[in-house]
């Protein structure tokens, strides 16, 4: 998880002042997880707005499109679109870039999908629908599917890091007892992967990360669908995945409103597992020098058990 740092939030609060022309009257960091740092900001002019700022140079190159997507899927009363400011929708800070959106009032659902209540697994199938169906609007050149992994280039630097006993303690042990687990899911993967590639699957819009923290519902009750990084053009199981396990989810109501006909659960056990193998072997890498707080290692070691869990 990230922490405040002083100095970055200093230069996030000159950029604002730059670029909107109003003095900041109060911020308040918001930890929100690993990738960025986000702050609710007041304006002195009573403007509120939520700011995020990254300096990883994988979700930078693709801000400016991820943001161009949400504007052209404003309509949407589920999405909250950028603010743009001389027809940009980013700015530079430093070594990183903040982009801006309003501040909405609600609350994050810190539950499992698996506990969603039906109103709001019902609500998320038409979301879901509405985005799925909604490629001939998108002028974004946008990533696709093209079922490629590099989990064992990934998981041998794990290893070498682990024989340099450069690995957390815990974390090596963890991984001892479990790379056969671990190697067995990543060649499963593979195979899977590579008889894809030759169905050419249609591909849809996609969120891909449709959780609960992702998930704000509004002082009006109303759902608002954020942090739209990870948007690709796949096929649908890689969102349906996420409420697939949800005993409230009907896979008859989807197909009814999408007109997908075809659901493939081989599918959506390949973005099940590429979802696991993402957990695991991102949070060994977290892992890899124990620089981290106790309790954000604690974290990593619990996320990686409980995906384990899933194909023990």
Known sequence: MKYNDAAIEKNVLNVLKHTFGSDVGTSTFIPVGEESYAFSIVLNNGSKYFIKYCDKQKIIKSIDKVNALLLQLKE???????????RKTSFEVGNGKIYVYPFVEGSSIRMGNEKFDKQLVDTLTGILVSIHSANPKILVDLPQEEFENNYDQRLEQILVAKN?????????????????????MIEKQNQVANAYKQKSPDLVLTHGDVT????????EGHIKLVDWDGSMLTPPERDLNFLFDNPNFSLDKYIQLSGHKHFDLQMKEYYGRQWALDSIVENFENLLNGSKSKADNSEYLEEIEEYLSFYK
């Open 212 to 219: 609960g923290l992702n998930i704000i519902v509004t002082k």
């Open 76 to 86: 949407f009363d589920f999405v909250i679109p950028p603010i743009e400011v001389n």
């Open 164 to 184: 340099s006993n450069n690995l957390y303690h815990k974390a090596t042990l963890l991984l001892e007892n479990n790379e056969k687990i671990i190697r067995s």
